[in-house]
């Protein structure tokens, strides 16, 4: 509660901007390996500033693939570089393509991706998701 009023804990939750890069490996015509690295930055909810420390990350995908997208699941270790919030999680993915490259896979995808953190078991309040861009360099 805050002020004697009930709130939400997702209403407690810190908003997060990122990046993350990696090598998408075709294996055969429908599967795809994608480990990638990357880095999350939270972001002040009142003030429109950063917060001077981020959480590196590291993913493992398997990703189906059909008609240029994919969805796919894959594990996650987050905020390997912080001992306080270092956790592992399942990760859960999607694209849909925007753009194809000529071979019709996907070159600019609109993503979605979630992630459940296993340590505390409260899927209550134990969950990340963010969507994004991702750009195919082939």
Request: proline share 4%; glycine share 14%; no cysteine.
């Amino acid at each position: 509660t805050v002020h004697d009023v009930p709130t939400p804990a997702t209403a407690l939750s810190a908003h997060e901007t990122g990046i993350k890069g990696g090598v998408e490996t075709q294996l055969g015509r429908h599967f795809m390996l994608a480990p990638a690295i990357g880095t999350s930055i939270r972001v002040d909810n009142t003030h429109p500033a950063f917060y001077p420390d981020a959480d590196m990350f590291a993913d493992f995908e398997v990703n189906f693939t059909a008609g240029g997208g994919y969805i796919g699941t894959g594990y996650s270790y987050w905020a390997f570089t912080d001992s306080d919030r270092r956790a592992n999680a399942i990760l859960l993915g999607f694209g849909v393509p925007l753009v194809k490259h000529e071979d019709g896979r996907g070159k600019v995808l609109f993503v979605g991706e979630g992630r459940y953190f296993v340590q505390d078991h409260n899927f209550m309040n134990n969950y990340q998701y963010w969507g994004g861009i991702r750009w195919v360099i082939r």
